[in-house]
């Protein structure tokens, strides 16, 4: 079952070949919603701004301007294109616009097909892609990637106590099921605050960078706070605007 067709527009300035794709989308391609045709250039600007196809089957010669002249003019073009000539001279200038496909005149009913599915395939596999990288960016922020010589831990943000530093490395102490756990990586402390910007984690001091909702209290004569978890940490003597918000 088809839920949603795909917006195409075909631009083509000899009417006979228009009518003619128009008929073969028609009668075979329940899948398209054929939104119009143009027949020039200019008028195809117009209407893709307005209308903003998925799918393009155009003609490369038009009255007015080629069909590489007219993408130029696009601020972006975020809809695939079949290109649709008499001549194939310009095959390689076409693919290297990115299109789907490149048909020669006549156009045949079957060589379409194909390219349609092409077409749809390619806009899957975009789909997918971009499914990934939001999931992917969804799971980066909620976990901290520790990458050691044998093994990828991924350490939940919301456990994270503190990093320590020494020298070039770092341990992060953390909770995992209720247990206090820790691990100690190559990187140092200007990676972690980097990767945890966004996240409430404050630099207290060169070698500790701790999360804000971890503190339970600060005594300003000794400079430390001290954790939920019952750890003192000092504080540098320029960070206690830091800790109390001043």
């Given amino acids: ?3 949603r067709k795909l917006r195409t527009l075909i ?21 398209l919603h054929l939104m119009g045709s143009c027949s020039s ?38 809809f695939h294109i079949v290109f649709t000539t008499a001549y194939n001279e310009y095959a390689i200038k076409a693919f ?25 395939l390619q806009m899957n596999l975009h789909k997918d892609y971009e499914s990934l990288i939001t999931d ?24 994270i106590l503190y990093i320590q530093a020494d020298r070039s490395y770092s341990t992060i102490y953390y909770r995992d099921e209720g247990e206090r756990r820790k691990i100690t990586t190559c990187n140092n402390l200007s990676f972690f605050e980097k990767q945890l910007l966004g996240h409430d984690f404050i630099r207290i001091h060169q070698s500790y960078l701790v999360s804000r909702l971890q503190i339970h209290e600060f005594t300003k004569k000794d400079r430390k706070v001290k954790l939920i978890c019952g750890d003192l940490l000092p504080v540098s003597r ?5 800790i109390i918000g001043e």
């Fill in 41 to 78: 250039g200019t008028e195809a600007l117009s209407t893709i701004k307005s209308i903003r196809p998925e799918l393009i089957m155009m003609d490369i010669d038009l009255r007015d301007m080629n069909a590489f002249e007219m993408l130029e003019q696009l601020h972006e073009t975020n």
């Fill in 11 to 31: 631009v083509e300035d000899d009417l006979d070949h228009q009518r003619h794709l128009e008929k073969l989308i028609e009668e075979n391609h329940p899948e």
């Fill in 238 to 242: 320029g960070k206690t605007e830091v």
């Fill in 1 to 3: 079952m088809i839920t």
């Fill in 96 to 120: 290297r616009v990115n299109a789907v496909d490149y048909l020669l005149k006549p156009i045949i009913a079957d060589e379409l097909a194909q390219s349609i599915q092409k077409a749809m």
């Fill in 136 to 159: 992917f960016h969804r799971f980066n922020n909620r976990f901290l990637t520790i990458n050691e010589k044998k093994k990828v831990t991924f350490v939940p943000i919301d456990q």
